[in-house]
């Protein structure tokens, strides 16, 4: 997302928010130093440079990243993220986040993310097909369907997984489908991958909904950002029967209290000049600042990270925060929500729906067999079920939010098998 947010700001390090959250569940578990040290940091980093010829026939340098974080429970799993503002620490944060989401979620992968140093939106499709396929090519001894597999995150999508499925086959002589997932359904993706992650965040909504005792139909929600995320999650929830009243984009916060049509919003991205929601009709325009504040019962970030801070997170009013995105509150404003009484479903839990539909993807190229979407949804549902149980049952049982309790579940499980497998 844009300036117009304050994350990106350099005052806040994803990853130092990620290892406090660690270091408290190491000490509520009583973990062992020794493990702890391990899983701490990542197994592996790789930097590469990428030469791509512009369309103008230039050539441009642009920096790649991967990071392993773990592989204890199976192949590394994550995302590649194509952003102007990427960084090392970020990376590092995303990945072990996504180690802890798949042990939440109880799918047989470790974690990894991947990102190259890139403002996607101001670059053709070819030049984004040829920075894909170098990155493809310099990871092409990382990535493998039993070693570490990519994914979507920030700036890309379907054709990016595409043309990666094509580069790495082509090197290694194969078809090799189950390389990464989130690709197109007609080559070898599967249905319902696009719409998991928001279909895990309107799951885990509902769930905490419940528990809290408000019918959907007595609330609001706002939702930041609108991409991938944002918007299916905006939709999922609407049709639950919870009204919509704010969302926003890199064009800014729009709030309406009678209420949001995100079908609406939808069409007018898709068909707006800059594909964003700059003009949407019939609502008042606010800033992403003032977005995160509004009167409402649920907020859902599902932008990007370091967006709920000491600076702000007094003053947000919604009674819970389901986080889309990953690392969209910092580890300080952690106490300060706990403090006024938000229930919080973090983002290892929350946005868990999509790595588990890639789980579902992989397990589908393997087979050669393909799901319906129903039967993809239905698991899906029920994984994102179970996990926000456990998580909940856990928060209960250690006395701590459900932050802390979705770091020592999945610490837990995975410093398990790393004891049974042993180091080496
Ligand atoms: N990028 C997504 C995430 O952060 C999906 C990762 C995947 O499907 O492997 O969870």
């Not at 047989?108 to 991947?114: E, F, L, N, Q, T």
Request: with cysteine; charged share 20%.
């Amino acid at each position: 997302m844009s300036s117009q947010l304050n994350g990106g700001s350099p005052r806040y390090n994803p990853l130092e928010s990620m290892n406090r959250r660690f270091d408290t569940a190491v000490e509520i578990l009583g973990l062992d130093k020794q493990f702890a040290d391990v899983l701490r940091v990542p197994d592996k980093v790789v930097i590469c440079n990428i030469p791509v010829t512009m369309d103008d026939g230039t050539i441009k340098v642009f920096e790649g990243f991967r990071v392993v974080h773990s592989d204890h429970l199976g192949p590394s799993k994550g995302g590649i993220r194509f952003s102007p503002d990427v960084n090392l620490d970020e990376v590092k944060a995303l990945a072990a986040w996504m180690t802890w989401k798949c042990a939440i979620v109880n799918i047989p992968y470790g974690g990894a993310k991947g990102g190259v140093k890139c403002d996607p939106r101001s670059m053709s499709k070819g030049e984004l097909e040829r920075l894909t396929r170098g990155y493809t090519i310099a990871m092409k001894d990382v990535f493998g369907p039993e070693s570490d597999i990519p994914a979507p995150d920030m700036g890309t999508g379907p054709q990016e997984m595409a043309w990666i499925v094509d580069e790495y086959s082509k090197v290694k002589g194969q078809n090799a489908w189950a390389v990464v997932t989130g690709k197109p359904i007609v080559l070898g993706g599967s249905l319902g991958r696009v719409e998991a992650t928001g279909r895990g965040v309107m799951v885990s909504t509902r769930t905490a909904l419940a528990k809290m005792g408000i019918k959907p139909s007595e609330a609001t929600c706002v939702v930041q950002g609108f991409g991938n995320v944002g918007s299916i999650s905006a939709r999922l929830i609407s049709q639950m029967g919870v009204k919509i009243v704010g969302i926003s984009d890199v064009s800014g916060g729009y709030y309406n209290p009678e209420g949001i049509d995100v079908n609406d919003a939808v069409e007018y991205v898709k068909n707006s000049p800059k594909r964003n929601l700059e003009g949407f009709p019939n609502v008042s325009l606010i800033s992403n600042s003032e977005l995160l504040e509004l009167n409402c019962t649920v907020l859902v970030p599902a932008a990007m990270e370091d967006q709920i801070t000491p600076e702000n997170a007094h003053n947000i009013k919604a009674k819970l925060i389901v986080e889309g995105a990953n690392g969209p509150t910092t580890a300080a404003a952690d106490a300060i929500l706990e403090e006024k009484g938000v229930l919080v479903v973090p983002d290892i839990l929350a946005n868990a729906g999509g790595v588990t539909v890639s789980y579902f993807e992989w397990v589908q190229n393997r087979l050669g067999y393909y799901w319906t979407e129903e039967r993809v949804n239905r698991r899906a549902d029920r994984a994102m079920k179970i996990a926000f149980e456990n998580i909940y049952n856990a928060a209960a049982k250690y006395k701590v939010n459900m932050r802390v309790a979705a770091y020592v579940v999945a610490l837990d499980k995975v410093s398990q098998t790393l004891k049974l497998r042993g180091l080496f």
